[in-house]
């Protein structure tokens, strides 16, 4: 069966340090891998999904950036860490065409 | 944009009664939709799913039901317990099967014991 792993669970860094949040997924092959981040309270935003090795859409212009240096691989960071970088980080996985999106546990991201 | 919203941001239940969440949906284009359930600190998990040939689909005691003509879509949870006490969000995933899924903004399900 198909696994996904986030971590951390919780990350506290202070502003202006740099961030990696990493991502992998188990038992399938050529997902399509997402990043999503979740104030407090709300709903999903969705950040940057790949459907390939090396390809990175970018749905939010901000202080963050993903690659994806292998097939089950999904890494989220930034340089330079803001205040408003602070959130609920979801990475999740799914196959191609008409199929639902698999979760992770999240990083709660706290940023001083 | 074209978007998932949901028709209530809260829902109370009492224990044992019959939850209804719904959820609107403007994009016509659409013909595949989920149901995730959100308990706090944790990711969401998918419930069930129905692709735009079916009405109606039965899981475990949640049914989804989906009406194409006005564009609704609604999840019904049987027998509701103090477990099914989360966020529920509904997601819709239309334009081709890459295309990420559009996530309405949720509904807090509250369980009255």
């Known amino acids: 069966s198909q696994t996904i792993h986030q971590w951390p669970a919780t990350l506290v860094q202070p502003v202006g340090s740099p961030l990696s949040l990493e991502c992998t997924v188990e038992?399938?092959?050529?997902?399509?891998l997402y990043w999503y981040r979740q104030a407090a309270g709300r709903g999903l935003q969705l950040l940057f999904y790949?459907?390939?090795?090396?390809?990175i859409s970018s749905e939010v212009p901000q202080n963050l950036s993903a690659s994806r240096p292998q097939d089950r691989q999904f890494i989220l960071s930034s340089k330079k860490l803001l205040l408003s970088d602070s959130g609920f980080y979801l990475c999740?996985?799914?196959?191609?065409?008409?199929?639902?999106?698999?979760f992770g546990n999240g990083t709660r991201l706290t940023v001083t | 944009g074209e978007s998932v919203g949901l028709h209530l941001p809260t829902l109370s239940v009492q224990e044992g009664d019959n939850s209804i969440i719904n959820c609107a949906y403007s994009?016509?284009?659409?013909?595949?939709f989920i149901w995730y359930k959100q308990e706090s600190g944790k990711g969401p998990q998918f419930i069930i799913d129905?692709?735009?040939?079916?009405d109606k689909r039965q899981g475990q005691r949640v049914t989804v039901l989906l009406n194409k003509t006005v564009k609704h879509l609604s999840l019904q949870i049987a027998a509701t317990q103090p477990g099914d006490s989360a966020v529920y969000f509904c997601?819709?995933?239309?334009?081709?099967?890459?295309?990420?899924?559009?996530f309405g903004k949720g509904t807090r399900l509250s369980v009255i014991a």
């Open positions: 999740a996985w799914k196959l191609g065409g008409r199929a639902p999106l698999h």
């Open positions: 038992g399938t092959s050529n997902p399509n």
């Open positions: 790949s459907v390939g090795i090396g390809q």
């Open positions: 994009n016509s284009a659409s013909d595949y």
């Open positions: 129905i692709r735009s040939n079916m």
């Open positions: 997601a819709e995933n239309g334009v081709s099967g890459n295309t990420p899924l559009v």
